[in-house]
């Protein structure tokens, strides 16, 4: 899993060949916190067909808004730069990441 930042966002995600997720999160997101060992598990099942990354938002609020994250937690899916969907709150539940995740694999 990537560990994101301001500074290789754009290089790991929008100029990425290929599907990237990104977990967006923040520090003080309970639920954000409970959904990681989920997505790290995914990241290792289905890691060889997508791009796992996570975006701590906490040191990167300006690049989450610029993303349209406007609350926590978010998974997304990239293509080509462009985010192609995503889950938010409470539509974030492991199971709805693994059918999202299974779609693009």
């Known amino acids: 899993m990537v560990e994101l930042d301001k ?3 754009e290089p ?3 100029q990425a060949e290929g599907t990237v997720l990104v977990d ?3 520090d003080g997101c309970v639920p954000c916190q409970a959904l990681m060992p989920h997505v790290h598990a995914f ?3 289905y ?3 997508l791009k796992f990354c996570g975006l ?6 300006r690049l989450a808004i610029a993303q349209k994250v406007l609350g926590l937690p978010v998974i997304a899916i990239y293509q080509k730069g462009e985010m192609v969907e995503s889950l938010v709150k409470d539509d ?4 709805n990441v693994e059918a999202m995740i299974r779609k693009y694999c």
Not at 56 to 61: E, F, G, V
Not at 92 to 95: C, G, I, K, V
């Open 12 to 14: 790991e995600v929008l």
């Open 43 to 45: 990241a290792e099942t």
């Open 7 to 9: 500074l290789n966002f």
């Open 92 to 95: 974030a539940t492991p199971e």
């Open 47 to 49: 890691g060889d067909k």
């Open 24 to 26: 967006f999160y923040g």
């Open 56 to 61: 701590n938002i906490s040191k990167a609020r």
